[in-house]
């Protein structure tokens, strides 16, 4: 497995358990075993987990965070009940056959 260090996503490829197989170089990457502990909690924890680095910037664990909780836009529900408007319209004249 590869976990990016900026972004926290991750790769994985069977043929390459314990490799980084991409043109990314290394530096911007952590590359742990797949089987292992901590490839098992980035699966787990996704996308909601920071790092745990020794002295010399080694990982060597993960732990889960709290989820950031995602605000919508006040628009999305005029915007919802504008779409419902419209399919309940819609399902009206479907009944009424027109």
């Known amino acids: 497995m590869i976990i990016n260090k900026e972004t ?3 790769q994985t490829i069977n043929t390459h358990p314990d490799s980084n197989w991409t043109d990314t170089p290394d530096e911007a990457l952590y590359i742990v075993d797949d089987r292992g ?6 699966l787990a924890y996704y996308p909601n987990y920071d790092f745990v680095l020794d002295a010399d910037g080694n990982l060597t664990d993960v732990v889960q965070t709290e989820a950031e909780a995602v605000e919508l836009p006040e628009s999305t ?22």
């Open 8 to 10: 926290k996503a991750f």
């Open 37 to 42: 502990a901590i490839a098992q909690k980035v």
């Open 77 to 98: 529900d005029s915007l919802l009940l504008e779409i419902t408007a419209d399919q309940e319209y819609r399902i009206s004249m479907l009944e009424l056959g027109l």
